[in-house]
């Protein structure tokens, strides 16, 4: 009796699992796979259409016999790149009309026309021509000849499926001089924008965590930055940094706090006189980072309050007792209390900082020295329109993202479901 | 007498008044007021003077008198020394005073001898500062987007600092930026489309994460620990590395350009976040309850319909909000997979509108404050629901 109760409830669980995971399993696995495969192929943006014939059909009177109709069909191999084999072709007349010359390819036969055109190279064009008639040397109506739609068909290779293979993506992007550089920059972003946002989000909950007129408020427009969509907001603050007639630059220049407009997001550099030495600052990575923590830090700040809120008051209590002042209660008791959940959110944030794309790609779309991995998926695979580069840089990333993953499994593991 | 507590209090206290100040100033410059300079240096001694002079005096005259005649006497010495300005900035200067001197209405010698006095007014002031910093610098993005949409790219090149919205004008006039985008831009249609793929996205999502969440939940199958990591596993996993082969694969199917495509992206992308905040509310609800349901006769259908959904309506709302927002305001598949003007989202339409640089910047606000304000609304109005799925779901984002 147990027995079968249990294979019920096994069969249950499945069925209602099956769509899920089913669908996830497409969606998200299927793709992390599929990059793999990808990867190892020379494959541009434009060989991912399946190569198909194609054609036109155009109805032509011949001459003042009403009788007669040339009809011309244009057929065209829709790539540029890849062959098609086998074309077949097929199109029906009706009743009682004929055609007259019939090309060699061709036969007909109870009222259809099918042809064997063979091979067609890529780029492949022709023109080709019927003349058809009726038998009873009636008026054809164009019109009836127009509705038929001719069917074409042929066999083309799909690049993404044949099994030739070449290591020359990875090649290229390891030897790209630039891969350091790219590595870098990714590291800059990824670790200033993770402990800055977590530095705010802890200033803020320790803010919010105090009575004050206007906290439930303060609490609702610290996730603003969060929860507004990220085009709308990375585009006000391109227009708040603009150089030409940004607020920014325009209040800065008008207080002679600056001498001419700096161009925030375009400029690489930055060289600033600090004590004498000349310091080269990222200038348009800083302005990313900045919006990164402008928008990531409410996250941050969610979590921090949410253990500030968690520790017992008794413990503040006592410590007054014993004498200690804001400073010390902070250091001793809310620090220790508040590490678990700030190391979480730094390998959590860190990770998902690493992936980032939107907010670069919508600020500087990747120039001026912001280029990052993720924004480098996008370059190769759209911009320069190489999809097997795109794939072998996310190949990268997903190697990067498990070694980051296995450390913090390693290091935090099951302890991330108790907070 | 000690010296130290009050030099920090004296140091900090007329900062944070001139911070208070500089900040007013910077605001009315925005509404189009002619002032160039911020005169930090003579401002901090006044305020200086300000704080100096209302410690010594304490307690001695009445508190009320006390707030009324220093912000008086402040905000006079303020205007002679300051450029010339209407009176509506000094008023606003007026009120900061009395903001500032009612704070410090307390502070006398006898109350600087207290313990730890020093770090207590850091903090105080601190928290004030830190108040008026945050609220500054998370709202004036927004307010800046909205304010642009009222005004025209020419007044905003001329005097980019003019962020004042003429009222005066014809109502046409000032809501011209949001007439435009809707015909011009055809925005009516773009606000249809993210409605259907967001509410899509909801409903297709909880229709696949119940069950299964119930299953992980409640029945016991083979490779159910395994099913649950890696749910968590697969949530890390972002978008930019899915979309090229999805691309490929998306346009050799002719998913691209279409809403469905969309709707099982975003649906599979959300999918496992769902499953694990509901699974986690499901296993807080008493077994017994389903049990009685068992007896009754239910099949698992009857228990998920009739028991388990009605009792966990705050962990799916929580879910739904968050899918919805996430959703509405996805960018990088929406890029990717609509080139087509006839099936942009919203997100996809502004970005959309700044491919053309001859776009006037009004029209790019506007569309942002469209596709803005439906979720700060729905934020604000659901804020407890929202908040609870942003923290279970917040290891992405």
Request: glycine share 4%; aromatic share 14%.
């Amino acid at each position: 009796m147990t027995d079968t109760l249990s294979k019920i409830e096994k069969r249950t669980a499945y069925t209602l699992l099956l769509p899920a995971v089913f669908l996830v399993f497409a969606i998200v696995l299927f793709p992390i796979f599929a990059n793999i495969w990808i990867s190892f192929k020379e494959v541009q943006l434009k060989d991912i259409r399946i190569p198909e014939p194609r054609v036109k059909k155009i109805v032509k009177s011949v001459s003042e016999d009403k009788t007669k109709l040339k009809i011309v069909y244009r057929l065209r191999n829709s790539s540029l790149i890849e062959d098609i084999n086998n074309v077949e072709f097929l199109d029906k007349l009706p009743k009682d009309i004929e055609p007259v010359n019939l090309d060699s390819r061709c036969t007909f036969k109870s009222k259809k026309i099918e042809c064997d055109f063979g091979n067609w190279k890529a780029k492949y064009k022709e023109n080709f021509e019927i003349v058809i008639r009726n038998i009873n040397n009636d008026v054809i109506d164009k019109n009836i000849i127009k509705l038929q739609k001719p069917r074409l068909s042929g066999d083309a290779d799909n690049i993404l499926l044949t099994t030739k293979f070449t290591l020359k993506n990875f090649k290229q992007v390891f030897n790209e001089n630039e891969f350091l550089d790219l590595l870098l920059t990714t590291f800059y972003f990824t670790f200033f924008g993770t402990v800055g946002a977590i530095i705010f989000g802890m200033f803020a909950a320790q803010l919010v965590n105090q009575k004050f007129y206007g906290r439930t408020f303060m609490r609702s427009i610290l996730l603003f930055p969060y929860v507004g969509p990220v085009v709308a907001l990375a585009y006000t603050w391109t227009l708040l940094l603009d150089p030409n007639s940004g607020t920014l630059n325009a209040l800065l220049v008008n207080f002679d706090i600056i001498d001419k407009p700096i161009n925030l997001l375009g400029q690489k550099y930055l060289t600033l006189n600090l004590l004498g030495f000349d310091i080269k600052l990222r200038l348009a990575l800083t302005t990313v980072i900045m919006f990164e923590i402008w928008r990531y830090f409410p996250l941050a700040f969610l979590f921090i309050l949410a253990r500030l809120q968690a520790v017992p008051k008794d413990l503040y209590e006592a410590a007054e007792v014993d004498g200690a002042g804001p400073l010390r209660k902070f250091i001793n008791i809310t620090l220790p209390q508040i590490t678990a959940i700030l190391s979480i959110l730094f390998m959590i944030r860190f990770i998902w900082n690493f992936n980032k794309f939107e907010d670069i790609f919508l600020l500087t779309g990747g120039a001026s020295g912001t280029r990052t991995l993720p924004i480098n998926v996008y370059q190769q695979g759209f911009a320069v329109s190489n999809i097997g580069m795109g794939s072998a840089v996310s190949i990268v990333i997903v190697m990067l993202l498990i070694i980051f993953m296995i450390i913090y499994f390693k290091l935090i593991g099951k302890r991330a479901n108790e907070i | 007498m000690r010296y130290k507590p009050l030099l920090i209090y004296l140091f900090i206290s007329s900062i944070f008044l001139t911070l208070l100040g500089s900040i007013w100033k910077i605001m009315a410059t925005l509404q189009g007021l002619k002032l160039t300079e911020i005169n930090f240096n003579i401002n901090f001694l006044l305020a200086l003077l300000l704080s100096c002079t209302l410690i010594f005096i304490g307690k001695k005259i009445n508190r009320l008198i006390k707030i009324l005649v220093f912000s008086s006497i402040f905000t006079v010495v303020y205007i002679l020394i300051n450029e010339n300005a209407p009176i509506w900035y000094n008023s606003g200067v007026f009120l900061i005073s009395l903001f500032f001197t009612s704070r410090v209405k307390n502070y006398d010698l006898s109350y600087l001898k207290e313990d730890f006095i020093s770090e207590k007014i850091i903090f105080d002031f601190l928290s004030l500062f830190a108040i008026v910093f945050f609220a500054f610098v998370i709202l004036f993005p927004f307010y800046l987007m909205f304010v642009t949409s009222f005004k025209t790219q020419a007044a905003l090149l001329f005097n980019p600092l003019d962020l004042s919205i003429n009222f005066t004008n014809n109502i046409m006039e000032v809501f011209k930026s949001y007439f435009v985008i809707f015909k011009t831009y055809d925005f009516g249609r773009y606000i249809y489309t993210s409605s259907i793929v967001s509410i899509g996205t909801v409903i297709v999502t909880l229709i696949f994460a119940i069950p299964a969440a119930y299953a992980v939940a409640r029945l016991n199958f083979f490779g159910k620990t395994f099913l649950s990591t890696s749910i968590l596993v697969i949530y890390m996993f972002p978008a930019i590395v899915l979309v090229i082969p999805l691309y490929t694969v998306f346009s050799q199917l002719g998913l691209r350009n279409s809403i469905e495509g969309l709707l099982i992206v975003y649906t599979a992308t959300t999918l496992p976040v769902a499953i694990y905040m509901l699974q986690g509310y499901f296993k807080s609800i008493p077994k017994e309850i389903e049990d009685a349901g068992l007896i009754d006769g239910q099949n698992w259908f009857g228990i998920i319909v009739k028991i388990i959904i009605p009792l966990s309506l705050p962990a799916i709302a929580s879910v739904a909000l968050y899918v919805f927002m996430i959703a509405w305001n996805e960018f990088l598949f929406s890029l990717m997979f609509l080139d087509n003007p006839k099936s942009f989202t919203l997100s996809r339409a502004i970005n959309h509108l700044t491919g053309d640089a001859e776009t006037p910047r009004q029209y790019l606000m506007a569309g942002s404050v469209v596709v803005t304000l439906p979720i700060l609304l729905i934020f604000v109005y659901f804020e407890k629901y929202l908040v609870s799925g942003l923290t279970a779901g917040s290891v992405k984002g």
